[in-house]
C-alpha cells in the first residue's frame, strides 16, 4: 500500500511540475516540491481524493490542500486563490467548496484509514472547537456560552473528532451545533458526531475520550455501549451515581454525587506521573477509581462503571471527574488515556489556525463541511511532515500522553 501511494504521489508531483501555469500551479509550484509538508500534501491527496470522480475535482481538491498550508493569514478562498492564479482561480474554487456536490464522508474515512496504516491509533478524542464570527450570514452562528472555555462568545460551535497516536494529532471528523435550527443538546450533538464519524470510518474499535464537560450522562453512555464503542466521558461533579463496590463508603446509600463519592475515598489515592505535551518533564497526579452504575429505569441497561478522579491539589476537590465503561484498565491507565484530550488541545492551540480550520467564511452548512474536510488534510499533511504532533514541540516526546493499555479494543468488564 505504502508503495503504490508514493508512486501515485510521485506521479502527481511530476504532472503538477511539466504543466505549469495551465495546472494553475502559481506561487506553490516548483520551490516547494522538496519541502516534507508539501509532499506529504501531495501524497495524502493521491490517497485521499480517490472519491472526487472527475479528474478537475481532484486538482482542485489538491490545490485548496496546498492553498491552505502555503497562504500566509487568513485562508479565505479569495486568499488561497492568488496562489493559483486570481480571479478563474478563485471562481473554481468557490465552486468546488460551496457550489460543488461531492460528499465529504468518504474523504474523511480515507483519510482515517491512511492515517492508521501510518500510526495505528491509540484513541479517538472528541473537543469543541468555538468559530468566532462578526456577521449574522454564515450557518449556526449566534451568541452562545462556550462550556469548554467557561465563557461567552459570537460565532459557531463545531466538535472535532481527532485521531490520536504516537506520532499524529490530528482530526478526521467534524460536527456543527445548529441551535436552533437543530432539535440536538450540545452535548448530543458531540456524540453524534463521534457515532458518525466510527460509522463512515469503520476502522476497529478504539477508545472514544469525550473531552466535552458534562457529557458522562446516561444517555451518552447508552449510546456508545449499544454501537460497541469503548467510552470515558468527562462527567458532571454533581452527577447522581449508585456506589456498587461492597468495601467503599457509600455502597447501599443510594444516589451519591459523583464528587462525594470520590471525596469518600481519598484515602485510597494513588500518585500517577504523565508527560505534558505543553511542557518538558512529567507531572503527577493524584488519582482514584470507584466502580459504580448510572440510575436507569431499564434493568437491561445498567451497566457497571467506572468513577475515575484527577486531583491535581490534594487538599481541593477533584480537578476532573470521568466515567468510563473500561472496567478492567487501572486507574493510571486510565488517567494517562484522559491526557489524550490535552495531547489534542496542545496541537490545536498550535496548527488550527495554520491550517485555516476557523476560516470558512459561506453560508452553507455543505460547503463548511467540505472547507474543514480540506482543512483537516491539510492539518494530516502538516503532522506528517513535521515528523511530530503540533504541540509536541520540535524535541518534545512524540508519544507524550500515549497509553499503552488504551490499545486493547475496550477492555471492558
Not at 472535532?160 to 432539535?183: H, K, N, Q, Y
Request: glycine share 10%; charged share 20%; with cysteine.
Amino acid at each position: 500500500m505504502t508503495t503504490t501511494i508514493t508512486t501515485t504521489a510521485s506521479r502527481s508531483r511530476s504532472t503538477s511540475a511539466n504543466s505549469g501555469a495551465s495546472a494553475g500551479t502559481g506561487a506553490i509550484g516548483r520551490g516547494s516540491r522538496h519541502d516534507p509538508v508539501d509532499e506529504a500534501a501531495e501524497d495524502l491527496c493521491s490517497a485521499v481524493l480517490g472519491s472526487l470522480r472527475r479528474r478537475d475535482q481532484r486538482e482542485r481538491g489538491r490545490q485548496y490542500v496546498r492553498g491552505l498550508l502555503a497562504t500566509e493569514g487568513r485562508k479565505s478562498i479569495r486568499n488561497i486563490a492568488q496562489q493559483f492564479g486570481g480571479p478563474a482561480a478563485e471562481q473554481s474554487l468557490h465552486h468546488f467548496i460551496a457550489g460543488s456536490t461531492w460528499d465529504w464522508q468518504p474523504i474523511r474515512a480515507a483519510l482515517s484509514h491512511y492515517l492508521e496504516q501510518s500510526a495505528p491509533l491509540t484513541a479517538w478524542v472528541a473537543q469543541p472547537m468555538a468559530i468566532p464570527k462578526g456577521g449574522d450570514h454564515s450557518v449556526g452562528v449566534g451568541h452562545r456560552f462556550d462550556p469548554h472555555q467557561g465563557q461567552m462568545f459570537r460565532g459557531q460551535q463545531a466538535f472535532g473528532i481527532w485521531f490520536t497516536s504516537a506520532e499524529v494529532i490530528t482530526p478526521v471528523g467534524w460536527r456543527l451545533f445548529l441551535p436552533p435550527e437543530g432539535d440536538e443538546s450540545y452535548e448530543e450533538c458531540a456524540a453524534t458526531g463521534v457515532l458518525d464519524t466510527m460509522r463512515q470510518c469503520r476502522m476497529p474499535a478504539r477508545p472514544v475520550v469525550l473531552d466535552i464537560r458534562d457529557i458522562g450522562t446516561r444517555s451518552t453512555m447508552n449510546r456508545f455501549a449499544e454501537a460497541r464503542l469503548p467510552v470515558l466521558a468527562r462527567i458532571d461533579a454533581s452527577a447522581r451515581l449508585l456506589v456498587t463496590d461492597p468495601a467503599l463508603p457509600g455502597f447501599g446509600s443510594g444516589t451519591l454525587a459523583a464528587r462525594d463519592i470520590l471525596q469518600n475515598v481519598r484515602g485510597l489515592r494513588t500518585p500517577v506521573e504523565w508527560p505534558d505535551p505543553s511542557h518538558p518533564g512529567v507531572r503527577r497526579s493524584l488519582v482514584a477509581a470507584v466502580r459504580v452504575m448510572m440510575p436507569d429505569p431499564s434493568a437491561a441497561r445498567r451497566r457497571e462503571l467506572l468513577l475515575l478522579g484527577e486531583w491535581s491539589d490534594p487538599r481541593r476537590l477533584p480537578s476532573q471527574l470521568w466515567v468510563t465503561d473500561m472496567t478492567r484498565l487501572t486507574p493510571a491507565a486510565l488517567l494517562r488515556l484522559t491526557k489524550q484530550a490535552r495531547r489534542v488541545s496542545a496541537a490545536a492551540a498550535e496548527s488550527v489556525q495554520e491550517v485555516g480550520l476557523r476560516d470558512f467564511a459561506g453560508r452553507s452548512l455543505s460547503g463548511w463541511h467540505r472547507h474543514v474536510t480540506m482543512a483537516s488534510v491539510a492539518h494530516a499533511a502538516r503532522c506528517l511532515g513535521l515528523g511530530r504532533p503540533a504541540g509536541a514541540g520540535p524535541t518534545g516526546p512524540a508519544s507524550a500522553g500515549s497509553c499503552p493499555e488504551s490499545r486493547l479494543k475496550g477492555r471492558r468488564g
